[in-house]
């Protein structure tokens, strides 16, 4: 079963779900050139299913070896990343000063949706190159930007991030890899980094390791760490590859999932030190990994989005193409596809509705990015900021949590097959398994939401954003149009209790910040469930607008319904869960240490 | 990290949650001594820890292999299969007459939980011979019974149950294995079962098989369907074993869970056909099926309980000991459990409560079963029954649906180690994946629930159920303990809600079949979660009645709080999903096939 871009979705999620459009023509997108999105999209399906698809199943299956500190990849995945960024994939968002396509964020948004659809270990290793050239144009020095970041922007070179250490995950500041000063003004890097992904691997020549570390008289905790770089080979002043550094690969873990991905253990100084180069300045390190963040959490929303939508084009076909019994009221011999049933609509109609959701989300997001550092205005640009530092937790968190759900539906939808491993289902839910955690768990995400993004300027980004929602509901309301059901309704009470529940947590964040803490997982969902519904219904107008050039607009209208229904009808709920249930979740250890 | 059954909750659960205590006392349980519970599970609880828990991983990581036609299980497995035979725990709810320890169904049903929660591969072999042993019992003829019953309930056989064909899933009817009547009585059966658990192994000398096959002149459908005894191997006049039947695994499935569980392709008649024994009478197999399919789909349920109690401990065991961050407000130097954080006091506080909702609603199950057949009054006998028949479905898939959400928590809390296979929590979810579909995937449990279960007698089930229930909650409300917090009224909600949604459905069952059947799911989520938060209020009052020596009474008050808070508060969104949402569900069409 390859996969198939489903760019008429992506192209009105895009343009107008998450205002691509409004905002190419009210300048914030500077002389992008809007008509190419479809071409790239297309190209990007394309290249995916021929090449990537394919493969997704080989890399489980094979998985990586480590062999004497090298680690192999499956059977053609070396061909395949080269030929992916020859094809210039890797550089599409990338600056046009180091060779970089200077595409628009949201356009390398869609991209990494359909590589991670297609191939989510794959497109996982650009996601992390990605992350380094950022924190590399932001904070390197010329020197190093001169030497490093065309070939990572190119693909030519891959990149890591290295933060994680054994007593160091969530709590960043408890690392302990030491940097020491070399007289050249290199550092010599000694310590062990675990979970790092790509930390080896043979689809390029060399690799450049960003490594968070901390120096000899560091302060304690984040504001002690430094980030330094630091290449797999030395690279020589003309640019040719020298000797080799003292970082390896010294072990690879045993997965649930992503198994074609490199999880590797990486040791340095075993000969000596590794030789790093300091990136920004010394104990700033973590600011420079800020920067990044979004961007980084962005990505692995993404994921969610394609593993969602790649069990959704599974789980659809089986279900046009497995028969099992009769539609109701159909008499005779022979059996129907078992997409005649209702409950099996119901489970592709949740897969693709909550899909959809996540997927504005995400590209709303980037677009609140690309018009932060796009726009000309100030203002705009540090209100896009805001927007996007608001969405990104939530683009993260309900997107990875939906990416399992999705694909856990899917394994539903094929039945005892879907327990197979041939089939392929199964492989979705686990590879899925690792995207609510990596890149800050989404438990980590929903406290970010709620104790940095909600409670920043006392609400104003979320106030700001509920009145556009409102708007959104206004439009279905006046729209009459009978195919909407209930959604007008269903929005509004959604937003009623998303600002009811914001100003709550609001009121408690510092006055009693356990109560808000304990609340703010469902916060996200209901957030998400909320946000997702008014850009669909919004999409539904739209695409209402558009008439039949965009398809059926009459579809889009019966999957916004289905969201507000199913999905954003759970506001009221989760907004007494947070509200109600602080003392119960704050009185706990009564009941989990009795 | 072992497992330990939680005997107090058991306990609570047992007796006063699912009304043990009660139905002893009014004498529906005839002279079962009620004191020998206690000592029952602690045995079976210790057997587990020592036996079968250690056992749990090593399956997992060897699995089975198919060696010329032969099933070999994981290193250890035989022994202890023997070993767990030999203590009589295949025993315990047999019929006496046949060397059975006639115990009731429901304190069977807590030492299922505990071996599936110990080692859920290796308690699905006996469960199948649950299931072998109730249709031999109840339509097999005196004869076989001879023969298979006794070693049956010993366990010195197992038992397979082989419906499924690789056209016949859910849609049984549409089987296509034949039967042919030989001269000397028995029959010969020709065709190919897939998915048939344990169809072959070496933890026993012989296994009996039970087989759904269609005699040539049979009727289409399920009404052609007859059920054969098919021993491995042929059992002399004296009880030997004799030659080798015409039944063979000829392929094992590569499964993303249950690895040490064998799931084999059974060819019958390349040897001219397995000799086979009418159970039961021609073409009445389904009834003979039906009959035991209860009992059956109770014990997946207690499957989803018993992994979602396993991957719980794990967590809880995870949370106190890992270290990253502080608490709230407290400062310096070091490190707190994770377990002091508010979000992950919610995930453990999570998988709790609705672990034990799901234990006390399989328990019922178990309790409504047993008076179906045990008390001597035949209306209360009838009502017994009637209850047990509304509650499976339930316990099938409410069970089943919160085992994988709770395992999918218990990877969530431990991190990244939580994808890294070694740590074992990655298994719990791998093998709890296959609870939902198998018995009759949850969308035939939510669907038998609606158009059989709700539908009979015009609903009179469930306005009994819910009686029941709104006293709990009287019970609760006139208890004035505001540790129950909004307990009281969150359930009333809950009541509510279920009744509505019930009285919807009920009009539309037969008038609006497709609506009834878009909103079954929902409505099974619905049940369960109005259900379990009011039979945890019960365990929490009866834990008050009965003071310091059920444990800390507040704990359980505290479990049912945070039920109703988060779990049946969604009652009221789940009956809009059911009765607003039908009419986008069977307009799906638009949106999926467009």
Known sequence: MTYRAPINDMLLALNHGAGLEAAVKAGHYGDFDADITAAVLEEAGKFASDVLAPLNRVGDEHGIKLEADKVITAPGWPDAYQRWSAAGWNAVSGPEAFGGQGLPLAINAACTEIWSASNIAFGLCPLLTLSAI??????????????????????????????????????????????????????????????ITYGDHDMTDNIVHFVLARLPDAPAGTK???????????????????????IYASGVEHK??????PTCTMTMGDKGGAIGYLIGEENKGMQCMFTMMNQARLGVGLEGVGIADRAYQQALAFAQE???GRAVGKAGDGSDPIIVHPDVKRMLMQMRALTAAARTICYATAVALDISVRAKDAKVRSEAAA????????AKAFSTDIGNEVASLGVQVHGGMGFVEETGAAQHLRDARITPIYEGTNGIQSIDLVTRKLAANGGASVWGLLGELTSIVKRVEASNNP?????GPKLRDALASLERTSKWLLERVTSAPNDALAGATPYLRLFGS????????????????????????????????FFAENI????????RAVIDSAEAVNGADAVLLA
Chains 1, 2 share one sequence.
């Open 134 to 195: 950022e924190a590399l144009d932001a904070h390197g020095s010329a020197e190093l930007k001169k030497i490093y970041l065309e070939k990572l922007i190119s693909g030519e070179w891959t990149g890591t991030m290295q933060l994680t250490e054994p007593q160091a995950g969530s709590d960043v500041g408890a690392l302990r890899t030491r940097a020491e000063r070399a007289p050249d003004g290199s550092y010599r890097i000694k310590g062990t980094k675990i979970f």
């Open 568 to 575: 954003s009808v759970q506001a009221p709920s989760l907004e």
């Open 322 to 324: 497995r028969r099992q």
């Open 483 to 487: 195919a909407f059901g209930t959604t």
């Open 224 to 246: 002690g760490i430094s980030l330094f770089l630091i290449p797999k080979l030395l690279v020589n002043a003309d640019g040719s590859l020298g000797l080799r550094n003292d």
């Open 530 to 561: 909320t946000l997702g519904g008014c850009m669909l219904a919004n999409e539904a107008l739209a695409a209402r607008d558009l008439g039949e050039g965009a398809g059926d607009p009459a579809r889009y209208v019966t999957l916004a319904r």
């Open 387 to 394: 927007r996007g530092a608001l969405l990104t937790p939530i």
């Open 256 to 261: 649930l999932g992503m198994h074609a991905s």
